[in-house]
């Protein structure tokens, strides 16, 4: 990942989700990754990232997105965190 680039990280469990939201931001040319689950993201993200923020469902299997943004605070990731519902 490029550390200086802004991009939007979308986690939702939903594939449709994903694909819709990814396809609205990349169409006002924000750079975004998917994610299909927290603890996948959580793998990749580093606490040097700090140029974006996170889209994620309040709702997902295993890690909701509400412990997510617990779980990034912790870490001191300071992205700031967008909670979806559907």
């Not at 689950?37 to 990749?44: I, N």
């Not at 997105?65 to 992205?79: H, K, S, V």
Request: with cysteine; net charge negative; hydrophobic share 40%.
């Amino acid at each position: 990942m490029n550390n200086n680039a802004t991009t939007v990280y979308v986690i939702d469990d939903d594939d449709a989700v994903r694909e819709s939201l990814s396809w609205l931001l990349e169409s006002v040319g924000l750079k975004v990754e998917t994610y299909a689950d927290a603890r996948s993201f959580l793998a990749h993200i580093t606490t040097s990232q700090t140029n974006g923020c996170v889209v994620t469902d309040v709702r997902m299997p295993g890690m909701s997105g509400l412990e997510l943004q617990t779980e990034l605070t912790e870490r001191q990731i300071g992205l700031p965190v967008i909670i979806i519902t559907g």
